[in-house]
């Protein structure tokens, strides 16, 4: 399966956006999809996944602010980010995963290029 992300830009803080993941190729209702980000100079870091049960699960830094969804007929997977601060800001990628939605990446194998998104204070 392929995977690209959008839907990054600018966002004063206090702001929302939505990112999308478009999944072509593979069967995309048989993977689990995470979400994951990456600020300069960290660590990729987990964010929010929703399994092919369409259970969900957040890192503590945003729950309650972003919501993960998908779209199963059109290929897709959303992450809805509201109430956005500066700490915010990375790049964004999803990732697909044959697994019950775990929060560990190293469980998800097939990745897109990212989205960034910035936060301004």
């Known amino acids: 399966v392929q995977l690209q992300a959008s839907g990054g830009g600018p966002v004063p803080a206090g702001g929302s956006l939505r990112l999308t993941c478009q999944a072509t190729g593979r069967t995309f209702n048989g993977y689990a999809i995470a979400w994951a980000r990456q600020a300069p100079g960290k660590e990729r870091e987990f964010v929010a996944v929703?399994?092919?049960?369409?259970?969900?699960g957040y890192a503590d830094s945003v729950n309650g602010r972003f919501d993960v969804s998908r779209d199963n007929a059109n290929n897709r997977a959303y992450l809805q980010m509201n109430r956005l601060t500066p700490d915010d800001t990375a790049t964004y990628f999803c990732a697909a995963g044959v697994n019950l939605g775990v929060r560990d990446l190293s469980r998800y194998f097939y990745w897109g290029q990212g989205t960034q998104v910035t936060v301004s204070s």
């Open positions: 929703i399994n092919v049960r369409e259970d969900k």
